[in-house]
């Protein structure tokens, strides 16, 4: 049976600042969908992770379906009512775009879909990250589905053995979206090369190339260019298909132990590590740590278990620790050099303006 699970999420507003909507908010949005799902979706799963609130929805409608779209800008404009009534700050912000026509793409939220053939089980892992943006998930990625350190399945699966196929999105190209193929391992080195730039290539999908199977997909929206000035972070959230021709539950999570550096934090504006935490945790120090959360499903006949709450586990404790003790490494140099991003890339004008401001006062050296 073909499904398609699609990830539609967005930030329509949160109690103090950016850390949580609000309960009543997320009840609106839930609420929406359970009444105005009927012969649209077989099922779905809707959390939040800082202040984003993704809906997971299975259906047999496609990718890009106008009805499952619609479904779910109602549901956030329902909420944004909702986050205006309760005075919660940034009621509406990702929804950048009036003009529904048909899907959200370019409106603002970010969406992730995948439509494939049903396995007779189907083990799937739902990620959602906040305080950081889609090239977050490329060392994760890399690790996964082309480093047999992490991944041993690569070498002891004749399935794995075949490698995978990984697109690679120019986020940076501003004419158009531009994409790339290339396949592990025979190009590892230029995959190496290119996700190296997370601000600049950003995965978007792997596939198996024993099966032709999609493993993966990140979304890859960019709020900076769609609002024609920056609103946020994109928040990204992923899917990724586990076992069989796919590595297993715990070679996907393993990279995460990492902790890596990165885009995100205060204002959208730091290096700071990415934190693996519990389903529906708020963020907290610096507007950050940057989290993210995984949802572990099994599905069938597009059905849905509960989720197991993947970073629940205590193992993940340590290495919750071991993130915030580099956050706090990271914070103590305040905003010099590496701690803070490149002028391009932050989402504040005020750098730029007082260096230009500054320029006239230059003046050569006379000995
Ligand atoms: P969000 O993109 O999650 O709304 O965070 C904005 C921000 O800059 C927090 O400091
Ligand atoms: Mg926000
Ligand atoms: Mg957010």
């Known amino acids: 049976m073909e499904i398609t699970l699609s990830i539609i999420k967005a930030d329509i507003g949160a109690i103090g600042g950016h850390m949580a909507p609000s309960a009543q908010l997320l009840a609106t949005v839930r609420q ?21 609130i993704a809906l997971l929805m299975t259906h047999k409608r496609g990718t890009g379906d106008e009805a499952v779209h619609r479904l779910a800008l109602d549901a956030f404009l329902a909420g944004t009512e909702v986050a205006r009534a309760q005075g919660l700050y940034g009621a509406g912000q990702d ?7 048909a899907n959200v793409r370019g409106m603002g939220p970010a969406v992730a879909e995948m439509e494939f053939e049903e396995r007779p089980n189907e083990p799937f892992l739902f990620f959602a990250a906040d305080k950081t943006d889609p090239g977050a998930y490329n060392l994760p990625l890399y690790l996964a589905f082309a480093d047999p350190m992490n991944t041993p399945g690569l070498f002891l699966s004749q399935k794995l ?29 230029d995959i190496a090369a290119l996700l190296r730039d997370p601000q600049r290539y950003v995965v978007e999908s792997v596939w198996s190339r024993a099966s032709s199977e999609q493993a993966a997909v990140v979304s890859t929206s960019r709020l900076r260019d769609v609002a024609g000035k920056s609103t946020g972070k994109d928040d ?13 539950t ?37 507007d950050g740590p940057p989290v993210v959360t995984c949802a572990a499903f099994a599905c069938h006949e597009g059905r849905l278990t509960e989720p197991v709450d993947a ?57």
């Not at 929804?95 to 026509?101: I, N």
């Not at 053995?161 to 080195?189: K, N």
Request: net charge negative; proline share 5%; charged share 20%.
């Open 311 to 367: 970073f629940a586990h205590p193992f993940w404790d340590a290495v919750r620790e071991h993130v915030a003790a580099k956050a706090m490494e990271m914070r103590r140099q305040g905003f010099f050099g590496s701690a803070m991003l490149p002028l391009a890339q932050l989402e504040y004008t005020g750098v730029a303006e007082r260096i230009e401001r500054l320029q006239g006062r230059f003046r050569e050296r006379e000995d």
């Open 95 to 101: 929804l950048v775009k009036d003009a529904f026509s």
């Open 250 to 286: 715990g070679e996907l999570l393993a990279p995460f132990q990492v902790g890596h550096f990165v885009a995100g934090g205060v204002r959208g504006s730091h290096n700071m590590p990415l934190m693996p935490c519990t389903l529906n945790s708020p963020v907290s120090y610096f």
């Open 161 to 189: 053995a075949q490698g995978f196929r990984f697109v690679i999105m120019d986020v940076g190209h501003t004419e158009c979206d531009r994409i790339i193929e290339l396949v592990a391992p025979e190009d590892l080195y």
């Open 32 to 52: 929406h969908i359970l009444e105005e799902a009927a012969n649209i979706l077989i099922d779905s799963y809707i959390s939040y992770t800082g202040d984003d």
């Open 236 to 248: 990204p959230v992923m899917v990724l298909r586990t076992q069989m021709h796919f590595p297993s």
